[in-house]
């Protein structure tokens, strides 16, 4: 995973039609500008959407993600999506530890490492979320809580599978408080030196809070930042494919 990696979170919007909408004004977008080829592109929409826009992007190099797994392969888990099913209808990326998960449905880091554990186990690459909320921020606890969110994680030898992690401050991620370049560099710093101690140079960084066409560049220009998840600005096609293209700018000005 040399190139820029772009995911698009959709969390829980778009019905079916607007998903399929969305998804082939991305892809045309993308294909048009030459982007698609550039970077790593992957579409994130809600559960029920996933096998309409996996046939809308068939054919193309921009791949299907989930936002979510459970941990068993199958059985008596109503409400739950597993792995395998992912699988079926074409993902090739999940989402795992995603910061609303971890608050609003209280998913510790246990559980969070036995999801990653069983999206290896179904070849999907997790796209796992770590970040500090507010309050940890303010006690001064960044550097703990990332190395916490991790620990279990790196302790067990599946972690030289392919995957992908994702900073997420989350005490800027709609609390009207913006993450300056230099606090994210220092984040990302800290997880690549770690990630790095652990064997896992192979694993890139994404960023994740709040990234808009109007701040791209400049948070793509921090050192480790290897690209970008992207929540409400990857709703609209033409946002999201400028997103895109500024993660491509900025790693060809960077090198």
């Not at 970077?39 to 929409?45: D, E, R, S």
């Not at 940890?136 to 992908?164: D, F, G, K, M, Y």
Request: proline letters at 5%.
């Amino acid at each position: 995973m040399t190139e820029p990696i772009i995911v698009g979170n959709w969390k829980m919007n778009t019905n079916v039609s607007e998903a399929v909408h969305l998804a082939q004004q991305i892809r045309q977008a993308a294909e048009q500008s030459g982007v698609d080829h550039q970077c790593g592109i992957v579409l994130c929409p809600p559960f029920v959407n996933l096998s309409a826009v996996g046939n809308c992007l068939r054919g193309s190099t921009i791949a299907l993600g989930a936002q979510n797994c459970w941990i068993e392969p199958y059985g008596a888990f109503t409400g739950e999506i597993s792995a395998a099913m992912l699988r079926s209808v074409g993902c090739e990326f999940v989402i795992i530890g995603h910061s609303e998960r971890r608050t609003i449905f209280h998913e510790d880091d246990a559980l969070i490492r036995q999801k990653m554990l069983r999206a290896w186990e179904e070849s999907l690459v997790p796209i796992l979320c770590v970040g500090e909320t507010l309050h940890e921020r303010q006690l001064h606890r960044t550097w703990n809580v990332l190395e916490s969110q991790l620990e279990q994680l790196l302790a067990i030898e599946e972690r030289r599978n392919p995957w992908v992690c994702a900073y997420e401050p989350v005490w800027a991620i709609g609390t009207g408080i913006a993450a300056e370049p230099p606090q994210i560099e220092q984040a990302h710093a800290f997880l690549r030196a770690l990630l790095d101690a652990h064997g896992c140079t192979h694993v890139p960084i994404l960023y994740g809070g709040s990234i808009t066409p109007t701040n791209a560049v400049a948070l793509f220009s921090v050192p480790n930042v290897a690209g970008g998840l992207v929540g409400g600005a990857s709703l609209n096609a033409d946002s999201f494919v400028h997103i895109i293209a500024a993660s491509i700018h900025a790693r060809a000005t960077n090198r």
